[in-house]
């Protein structure tokens, strides 16, 4: 019998290695050639259009969240608020993700991925909308409303990724996943610029939290139409699927036990602390600057001056393009000659970013262009490994555990990333300031000095790179081999008795 004409099986995966029939093999490592033997899940005109709206939405996600940060120096104006309290704006947000995150992470490997996905997008168009309206004296509804924002990048950095990885296989797939990336960071960097371009134009900084969600609804339709939910695994399986039978504390123990997911997510950890508190601070910091040189005079009614969002955001969206097309080139040019380029890539990029770092916090007080310039490469390094690091999680994880691995990861790099990172960099702020007069020029200098905690954790992100360099091959062949349990199949659907057991080898029938 010829097995091109045999039934596949919707394979089950355990949560424990077991020498049962055949092999599941991820395809990120698949050659062009090999490629073109896997069955598509859905037509190629089809899965191209659900990630261009993926990463459309995506973008939005990330306009929205950094929208608070280009008009900032406005909201510190409008309540009366100093920079630990304006950075507790950013703080909820992100708790919010980080509580949301692994109730997604369950919902996305158990559900149907889509529906969970609209449903909670929805729920961030009304609350987005809804903090906008909030008044003077209620600062502390504002601080709720936006921890439960939070709920839209929790669903869809949990889950969308794992859609992308279904309906994609190998370069491909890592073609997708850096798109992907891209438009995050190109969202990131707009919504400083609509952000403080929209105050500007209508005189209203609260106008800054409408226009995404405005633009949101339009994605939430896309999403309805045009987004499909693959079997889980179906790249690796010619689209029959995998289904998981492992709970979810077997789903933690076994991502504990993988130490390149651990050691990377370590690294992620870093990278969004340090994102959170320049995302943040910078124009802000870039803003103090221009006064102490006397370019501008301090704001004292909002709107204030929104010139520092728009170029540091116009630095967003361009090393965003930039970095993660230079990241994933590297990896895509040298994965086959360097097997664990992957994190070298991460760590390079932490490592570079440093004296970067040093530069702009000493230099800013003397030369905005210059200060622009660091800035530009800083970003450059760091968001060079944006796609680089969400690959690496996707092939050393199998198919029926990516959304709670993408969970477990977004929450705790959140929770120690960029939740406490505009914190702590705002109250360390705070208590310097509060040591000397209150005088422009002592707000640059304490925010300055504030700052200097940032190159010094992102040395510990390329140390944890560098230590998962030592596992991510092992780690990758182990998450590509793991067994089919041919137990699981029914009579009806499982190959004859007669017949030799069906393998998966790079990804295709053998």
Same mark, same amino acid.
């Given at each position: ?358 530069? +702009? ?5 003397? *030369?905005? @262009? #210059? $200060?622009?310039?660091?800035? /530009?490469?800083? &970003?450059?390094?760091? %968001? ?43 109250? +360390? ?5 509060? *040591?000397? @007069? #209150? $005088?422009?020029?002592?707000? /640059?200098?304490? &925010?300055?000095?504030? %700052? ?59």
């Amino acid at each position: 019998m010829d097995l091109k004409d045999r039934t596949i099986p919707q394979w089950s995966l355990d949560s424990e290695s077991s020498p049962h029939s055949g092999s599941l093999n991820s395809l990120s490592a698949l050659t062009p050639e090999e490629e073109e033997k896997e069955k598509p899940t859905i037509s190629p005109s089809r899965a191209y259009i659900a990630v261009a709206v993926l990463c459309f939405v995506n973008m939005l996600i990330y306009m929205e969240r950094n929208a608070v940060a280009g008009v900032l120096p406005s909201i510190q104006t409008f309540f009366n608020i100093g920079d630990s309290l304006s950075a507790l704006l950013q703080t909820v947000f992100i708790l919010g993700v980080v509580v949301f995150a692994p109730l997604f992470g369950y919902l996305g490997d158990r559900f149907n991925r889509k529906y969970v996905m609209i449903g909670a997008i929805s729920v961030w168009l009304v609350i987005a909308v809804g903090s906008s309206f909030v008044t003077k004296s209620l600062f502390w509804l504002l601080m709720l409303l936006r921890a439960i924002v939070g709920i839209g990048e929790a669903s869809y950095a949990t889950i969308a990724p794992t859609i992308i990885s279904d309906v994609f296989v190998g370069t491909k797939r890592s073609l997708m996943i850096f798109f992907f990336y891209m438009f995050m960071a190109i969202g990131g960097g707009l919504g400083y610029v609509t952000g403080a371009g929209v105050a500007t134009l209508t005189g209203d900084w609260r106008w800054a939290l409408r226009v995404t969600p405005i633009l949101g609804a339009v994605g939430l339709v896309l999403l309805v139409f045009l987004c499909p939910n693959p079997p889980r695994g179906a790249a690796e399986t010619h689209g029959e699927g995998v289904t998981g039978e492992s709970t979810y504390l077997e789903d933690i123990k076994y991502l504990l036990k993988n130490k390149s997911y651990v050691w990377s997510s370590l690294g992620v950890t870093v990278v969004t602390f340090l994102t959170g508190a320049l995302g943040f601070w910078m124009p802000t910091f870039l803003s103090r600057a221009r006064i102490i040189q006397g370019l501008q005079l301090p704001c004292v009614k909002e709107p204030c001056n929104p010139i520092d969002s728009y170029i540091f955001g116009a630095i967003m969206v361009v090393t965003g393009i930039l970095g993660t097309g230079l990241g994933s080139g590297c990896s895509s040019w040298l994965r086959d000659k360097v097997p664990n380029v992957d994190p070298i890539i991460c760590a390079v990029g932490l490592l570079a970013s440093v004296p970067c770092q040093f530069i +702009i916090i000493f230099v800013a007080s003397a *030369s905005l @262009p #210059a $200060t622009y310039v660091f800035t /530009f490469f800083a &970003l450059l390094f760091v %968001l060079a490994n944006i796609a680089v690091m969400a690959d690496i999680l996707l092939y050393v994880v199998i198919p029926t555990k990516r959304s709670t691995a993408e969970a477990l990861q977004i929450s705790g790099c959140h929770l120690l990333g960029d939740a406490v990172s505009p914190y702590i960099i705002g109250a +360390i702020s705070d208590a310097l300031r509060k *040591s000397k @007069p #209150a $005088t422009a020029g002592q707000s /640059f200098h304490s &925010l300055k000095y504030s %700052l200097l905690l940032c190159p010094f954790v992102t040395l510990l992100g390329g140390l944890f790179y560098i230590i998962s360099t030592c596992y991510i091959t092992e780690d990758r062949k182990a998450a590509t081999a793991t067994p089919l349990i041919e137990g699981d199949l029914t009579p009806q659907q499982g190959p004859a008795a007669s017949e030799p057991p069906l393998e998966l080898s790079n990804g295709y029938i053998e």
